[in-house]
């Protein structure tokens, strides 16, 4: 896959293979093309050249929307909440085609609105606890700490069941014992509910503890990819990017 912008090759056919049921981890310097890969992946940017697949399935240009029917998911650097709202509100604004986004329907199918909001709302009780973040239930959402919202995104991830979630730098601004909890919910998920996970990362203990394997980008494209003991002792690596951050 290939993306410039202007004079600027960010992504420079750049290849790379999602398992499913894997924790794959993306490192690389600053500048070398993660989060431009995640855009085209996640749809939020067209490719200039190459494509994008999902189960044989050509997923290339599709929406950020279409892309999330279909369980493909984000989440981003900055968490995205609706500050006003409380943890709960923020989930049960997740799970699309309800009927209370329809006036007609909410009016003069009331039972069956009331069913489904229900239902809902027991799903995000249910993905709280499972988070162990269900005391912060009526807390509004702007009032949470940064780990705390990053897993408010991860509990949006499974109101809809997702198939596929990109995590951009979640453990950015996080600190240590919210950023343990982070990944055994990831762990959790992964082992448990299957969930598939890629993470941009630049904290290589959280990258070494969760994720297997590890794909280097440099310059638009990958460098290498191998177990974390790997990406740690090969040289190239070494001298273009974990040289660097020591």
């Known amino acids: 896959m290939n993306k410039s ?7 420079n056919d750049c290849s790379i293979e999602i398992k499913e049921n894997s924790i794959t981890g993306i490192i690389g310097p600053n500048g070398s093309g993660k989060s431009t890969l995640f855009n085209l992946i996640t749809g939020n940017l067209k490719p200039d050249q190459g494509s994008v697949f999902y189960n044989g399935l050509d997923v290339t240009g599709k929406e950020p929307y279409e892309l999330f029917k279909l369980g493909i998911l984000r989440t981003f650097q900055i968490a995205h909440e609706f500050s006003n709202l409380t943890v709960v509100e923020n989930l ?5 085609n309800q009927l209370g986004e329809n006036l007609i329907t909410s009016i003069f199918s009331r039972e069956k ?6 239902e809902i709302k027991e799903k995000a009780f249910e993905v709280l606890k499972f988070l162990k973040i269900d005391h912060l239930i009526n807390e509004k959402a702007g009032n949470l700490s940064g780990g705390q919202k990053k897993l408010l995104e991860l509990a949006r991830t499974m ?17 240590k014992s919210l950023l343990k909890e982070i990944s ?15 993470i941009i990362e630049h904290d ?8 297997d394997p590890v794909i280097v980008l440099a310059e638009g494209k ?7 003991k790997e ?10 990017y974990l040289g660097k951050s020591s």
Do not use: H, W
């Open 231 to 240: 990406v740690k002792d090969n040289n190239e690596v070494i001298d273009s």
């Open 204 to 211: 290589i203990d959280f990258i070494t503890k969760l994720c």
């Open 159 to 175: 109101m809809v069941d997702a198939k596929i979630v990109f995590l951009d730098e979640v453990g950015a601004g996080v600190n």
């Open 5 to 11: 912008f202007g004079g600027l090759k960010a992504i």
């Open 113 to 118: 609105f009331k069913k489904q909001e229900n």
């Open 92 to 96: 049960m604004m997740v799970p699309g």
């Open 222 to 228: 990958v460098l290498f990819q191998g177990t974390a």
């Open 184 to 198: 055994d919910s990831i762990l959790k998920l992964n082992e448990e509910r299957n969930y598939t996970f890629c």
